[in-house]
């Protein structure tokens, strides 16, 4: 079911990029040039650490990772064209960032747990050559 996604361009490019794996997704941060902080996304408007307008600021990419922090099971798509059923997830990203959404790749609870780490996996969508951001348990990720 592996899937080598280079060459398929990210569906928000702003968020995420493909990792060197072929599989894993990088997050895109920015780093405040006044006190360090990794801000997500990266085109936040200023730093949330120190008020920087971070108008300098460097990107930086680090492996997407997270916590799982709760979930719940989607049945009524939300928005037209979405999959149903899936599960939604607030993820903890790194160790004390932002929280944001998520989308896991299993529709099955029985395979999760709070407070479980996961990583981010790219998902090519049906409109072709592009892939969009879920998740796994880390411990799927060493193949
Ligand atoms: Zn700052």
Do not use: N
């Not at 592996?2 to 941060?29: C, I, K, N, W």
């Not at 405040?32 to 990107?59: I, N, T, V, W, Y």
């Not at 997830?89 to 959404?101: F, N, S, T």
């Not at 747990?113 to 409109?127: I, S, T």
Request: charged share 20%; proline share 10%.
């Amino acid at each position: 079911m592996t899937l080598d996604l280079r060459g398929y361009q990210p569906r928000h490019p702003t968020l995420y990029q493909l990792a060197a794996d072929g599989e894993s997704l990088d997050f895109v941060f920015a780093q405040c040039p006044a006190c360090g902080h990794l801000a997500f996304p990266a085109d936040a408007p200023g730093c949330s650490h120190c008020g920087d307008p971070m108008k300098e600021a460097a990107r930086i990419t680090r492996p997407g990772a997270g916590t799982l922090l709760e979930f719940v099971t989607l049945h009524v798509p939300l928005l037209p064209g979405m999959q149903v059923p899936r599960i939604a997830a607030d993820i903890r990203l790194g160790e004390d960032g932002p929280i944001e959404e998520g989308v896991m790749v299993t529709t099955d609870e029985s395979q999760l747990r709070v407070g479980m780490p996961l990583r981010a996996v790219a998902h090519p969508l049906p409109e072709g050559e592009v892939f969009d951001c879920r998740f796994v348990p880390a411990t799927e990720a060493q193949r």
